[in-house]
DNA sequence: TCCTGTAATATGTCGGAGTAATTAAGGGAT
DNA sequence: ATCCCTTAATTACTCCGACATATTACAGGA
């Protein structure tokens, strides 16, 4: 490099890295934790669209954190289309359209507070679409390796019950399956955005009351239909499959 | 503050923001651009995922920019799901399972180049399934003023042709306003992502040939089935659009 | 084979210079 | 006298380099 800079210094920070609080919560990271309470801040409605953040320095200072620290958060922010930043202007949040919905850590952040029954209703809707058009495809594209983890995944389900973590890892890991039968990138990375943030829900489910009725039955259906390669039966099975979890979430929420 | 700074130096920088390469291509910051540059380079397989990336410090002294706008930049990667940084191990590309393939920017990226065939593929086959069950949704929830914006977006699509921008942009319109029709926001954005996209090869499909066949009638079948409320129907044309689309942006991209 | 020490690397922090854009004020024209 | 355009100043973001720290991989010894 060719600035000249004068050796002779013990300038710059003098209390270094460590000090910073505990605040180490949710995010790995300190950026990831201010990222994770604005985004939570903002997604449960805390901040109007339009409307501008603290500056840097005066939002640093009051949180006492480095700028630098802010301003990875908000580049965080930025990159999940919530905020825009523009000098002079400060930064604002972007209307609602902008927002990356389907992004799994925003998806987790609409589901932190007390989630919007109107999105999550959304997300049903959205789910009640593919999950059965996955199945469809699944059934004329799924080999004998896909059948196999499905299988296996059934078992496990029937061993433990869904109240178990066990048993609900078995769930994901049926759903994933088929998922993965379909071949279909998009619509994996989609299904898994979703999936995990409505898990979170699901945890509300089985803490709020017992389930209203045996689903492994149901999941054998689509099995049957997957392997007996019959897409119309195993995209209507899951319908089933579905039309269940959003009766049995909305109800949950409603009380 | 309370760290006793030496107030003797003249430490910090010296040449300041300004002097930076012209490098302001696609992004609209530095660190912007840098992030766009590692991103085209991942998602066009120019890492293997499990890849490391060159050191903070290496990386930053190869480009000439200050580490400042290199971690920035490793951060929005790292917020699209793309990268993962570790002490000592370096920044690593994660596996292709965990990218957010539906952030309009990694979207943007994967087109940016030669886009992946089997992607675009899966991409379109996404939009068969759910674009078709958006006009089965907007035919029973649409108001009037929906109607209205679609018909004034069919009428611009019948005075300027396709092959114009205008025209272009007014199917954009009559697609958006279906959209916006399901009163789903989950729907809305899902579309409105890959929409953008896509768009990209549409560009290359107006270049290569002239459109197969007129596409105003089957627009119009979709309108009829949306405005007289029915489902089945509004889901059928749909579909005979979307795999219209499909069909064509396939076999040119197939030469 | 397991444990421990060392080295390497990313993370967190800091303050400062520079730039861009919004806002306000002033002068000119109608 | 009112309105519009030009100009200047304020403000907040952008980028920079240096330093301190914590975590982890790796290697050497027990």
Chains 1, 2 share one sequence.
Do not use: C
């Amino acid at each position: 490099m060719e600035q000249g800079k004068p050796p002779e210094n013990g300038a710059g920070a003098d209390n270094g890295g460590g000090a910073a609080k505990p605040a180490r919560g949710p995010g790995r990271r300190l950026h990831g934790a201010i990222a994770h309470k604005l985004g939570m801040a903002i997604l449960s409605g805390q901040y109007q669209p339009g409307d501008t953040l603290s500056g840097e320095v005066a939002f640093a200072e009051e949180l006492e954190v480095s700028r630098s620290a802010y301003r990875e958060a908000i580049q965080v922010l930025t990159a999940k289309g919530l905020v825009e930043s523009r000098p002079k202007a400060g930064t604002r949040v972007l209307p609602r359209n902008r927002w990356n919905l389907l992004d799994p850590e925003v998806l987790a952040w609409a589901f932190a507070g007390e989630p919007d029954i109107q999105f999550v209703r959304d997300l049903f809707e959205l789910r009640a679409i593919v999950e059965p058009a996955a199945a469809r495809l699944a059934a004329t594209r799924r080999d004998k390796e896909d059948l196999r983890i499905m299988k296996d995944a059934l078992t496990a389900m029937r061993r433990h019950t869904l109240a178990t973590e066990a048993g609900r890892a078995a769930d994901r890991d049926f759903h994933n399956a088929i998922l993965n039968a379909t071949r279909n990138d998009a619509l994996l990375v989609l299904t898994a955005s979703i999936g995990a943030a409505v898990n979170w829900t699901t945890q509300f489910k089985q803490r709020a009351r017992a389930l209203p009725r045996n689903p492994i039955p149901d999941h054998v259906r689509v099995y049957d239909a997957i392997a007996a390669g019959d897409p119309v039966a195993a995209a209507e099975a899951m319908g089933v499959l579905v039309d269940l979890a959003l009766e049995d979430t909305a109800s949950t929420m409603e009380r």
